[in-house]
């Protein structure tokens, strides 16, 4: 199984891929929770793109085969690297915890592989998660 | 976003509905405003009917717990789905957190 979608970078688009991604649940043939967090690994990202990158269009690719799910998002936005992006101290009392990079801590968690190169000004970011 | 605010005793209890995520969070932030002016009573929230929440929806409870860390109230968060909780443990959240099973068990802990 094989999908491209396109969207615009808006933040109410979100909503919208994210519907169509849980339509393709039983083509990717994973579980509700599983679908839960490809939701959510997409969302993260995605999100990142339209609020912080300040491009135009985001593809988002979905590959399935055998026991694994391939996705790929590419923005026209500014470089933008999750892999380098600083690991959260989830151990850190309160006071001394901010929201910023739980996205990515998040993302990390729920794939296998995560994978960025920038190229023709273009960001893609590529993970894979067994399903 | 949809939400239920409801009180017991001298407890407020807001009830997102649905999903926490970038696009919800904003609207759910604004509704906990009000709860987090000057707080004059507990806040619980009641993740009962939340399906889905996402590290916008994470920051609103980060900076709801953050103001209530300096005040006499409680905050809490009860109800939560398995993959919610999941989330939350992920962030290290249940770390500064109190996570109830039930709305009952927070009402007992504050009746204490």
New interface residues.
């Given amino acids: 199984m094989k999908v491209k979608l396109q969207i615009q970078a808006t ?2 688009q ?2 919208s891929l ?1 519907k169509t991604v849980e339509s393709l649940q039983q083509s990717i043939m994973c579980t509700d ?1 599983q679908m ?2 490809i ?2 690994v997409l ?2 990202l995605v ?1 990142n793109a ?2 912080h990158g300040g491009g135009r269009v985001i593809e988002v690719e979905l590959d399935k085969e055998w026991d694994e799910l391939a996705i790929t998002i590419c923005d026209d936005g500014r470089p933008f690297d999750p892999t380098l992006a600083s690991e ?1 101290d ?6 001394d ?3 910023g990079g ?2 990515i ?2 993302v990390k ?1 729920y794939t296998d592989t995560l994978a960025y190169r920038r190229e023709k000004d273009v960001n893609i970011v590529t993970l894979t998660k067994k399903i | 976003m949809e939400y239920t605010v409801s009180q017991e005793k001298n407890i407020n209890i807001v009830r997102p509905i649905g999903r926490l ?3 919800t969070s904003p609207d759910f932030e604004q509704c906990l405003a009000e709860y987090l002016k000057s707080p004059g009573r507990h806040l619980l929230l009641d993740f009962d009917e939340l399906d ?1 929440i ?3 929806g ?2 609103v409870v ?2 709801a ?2 103001v209530f ?1 300096e005040v006499e109230w409680k905050f809490a968060a009860c109800c939560m789905q ?2 919610v909780r999941e ?1 939350f443990e ?3 959240f249940d ?2 957190i109190s996570i109830y099973d039930t709305v009952a068990g927070f009402v007992d802990r504050v009746d204490e």
């Fill in positions: 933040i109410d979100l909503g994210c929770r839960c967090e939701i959510l969302e993260e999100a339209i609020l959260v989830t151990c850190r009392p309160l006071e915890r901010c929201a739980l996205g801590h998040l968690h | 995520d970038s696009t889905y996402s590290s916008a994470l920051r980060l900076n717990a953050k860390r398995d993959h989330v992920i962030s290290g770390s500064f």
